[in-house]
């Protein structure tokens, strides 16, 4: 369906375990329907907004507010309204983009969520190229599309996403991308791993056994 070029990933988002450094700000990858730039911070505002306050999710490198995990934690219809606002306002903003795209996700209003999504994937978002990537996968109110899915989470690995570093190898490992066309490199993979900041004692061991699964994999 799709394929992506190693090094042209690795230049796009960001260098990995010494594998590439990064293309400048204005080149792009594709990947299925999406043109993905390389996303730089400095270009858009770090002012918290309220909507950043409302819906901004604690795991996501790129926050500028402490963020909530759970959907129960959030004043739905408050913070879809904060976010529609945010997003006039800045409406090339990744960061506000995927944070009103996941409280319309969190709604179950995916149709609606999808313009936002695709906003925050096309800015190269780390944080949406991991959780779209996983609900593409998973088929979470979305039409579900694996490979895409896996390309996307790819990507996010490359991004420096924690999640992507490890979701992607243990995906590899399980066999959900079998019949998909995306790159299942092992020295891409433990690259990856290699990369990984792992923030505690669990962590630290789920790096640890992914790194021996993959090298033991070959």
Same mark, same amino acid.
């Given at each position: 369906?799709?394929?992506?070029?190693? +090094? =042209?990933?690795? *230049?796009? !988002?960001?260098?990995?375990?010494?594998?590439?450094?990064?293309?400048?700000?204005?080149?792009?990858?594709?990947?299925?329907?999406?043109?993905?730039?390389?996303?730089?911070?400095? %270009?858009?505002? =770090?002012?918290?907004?309220?909507?950043?306050?409302?819906?901004?999710?604690?795991?996501?490198?790129?926050?500028?507010?402490? $963020? +909530?995990?759970?959907?129960?934690?959030?004043?739905?219809?408050?913070?879809?309204?904060?976010?529609? &606002?945010?997003?006039?306002?800045?409406?090339?903003?990744?960061?506000?983009?995927? =944070?009103?795209?996941?409280?319309? $996700?969190?709604?179950?209003? $995916?149709?609606?969520?999808?313009?936002?999504? %695709?906003?925050?994937?096309? $800015?190269?978002?780390?944080?949406?190229?991991?959780?779209?990537?996983?609900?593409?996968?998973?088929?979470?109110?979305?039409?579900?599309?694996?490979?895409?899915?896996?390309? !996307?989470?790819? !990507?996010?690995?490359?991004?420096?996403?924690?999640?992507?570093?490890?979701?992607?190898?243990?995906?590899? *490992?399980?066999?959900?991308?079998?019949?998909?066309?995306?790159? +299942?490199?092992?020295?891409?993979? !433990?690259?990856?791993?290699?990369?990984? +900041?792992?923030?505690?004692?669990?962590? %630290?061991? *789920?790096?640890?056994?992914? &790194?021996?699964?993959?090298?033991?994999?070959?």
């Amino acid at each position: 369906m799709m394929t992506i070029d190693l +090094k =042209q990933a690795a *230049l796009a !988002l960001v260098a990995i375990a010494g594998l590439s450094a990064p293309l400048a700000a204005h080149e792009t990858v594709t990947v299925g329907p999406y043109e993905i730039t390389t996303f730089d911070p400095a %270009n858009h505002s =770090q002012e918290p907004t309220e909507c950043d306050k409302l819906a901004s999710h604690p795991e996501d490198p790129f926050s500028v507010w402490e $963020g +909530k995990s759970s959907s129960r934690d959030i004043d739905l219809p408050a913070a879809i309204e904060a976010c529609r &606002k945010a997003v006039e306002a800045d409406p090339a903003n990744p960061r506000l983009n995927y =944070q009103l795209g996941r409280v319309y $996700g969190y709604s179950q209003r $995916g149709d609606e969520a999808m313009p936002y999504r %695709n906003a925050a994937i096309e $800015g190269g978002y780390p944080q949406s190229l991991f959780v779209i990537g996983y609900i593409y996968i998973e088929g979470m109110n979305i039409e579900q599309d694996v490979c895409l899915g896996a390309e !996307l989470m790819r !990507l996010s690995a490359f991004a420096g996403r924690f999640a992507g570093q490890v979701g992607f190898p243990h995906y590899v *490992l399980s066999g959900r991308f079998d019949d998909c066309p995306v790159t +299942k490199d092992t020295d891409e993979m !433990l690259g990856m791993l290699a990369a990984a +900041k792992p923030q505690g004692f669990y962590q %630290n061991l *789920l790096v640890a056994s992914l &790194k021996e699964r993959v090298a033991s994999a070959e």
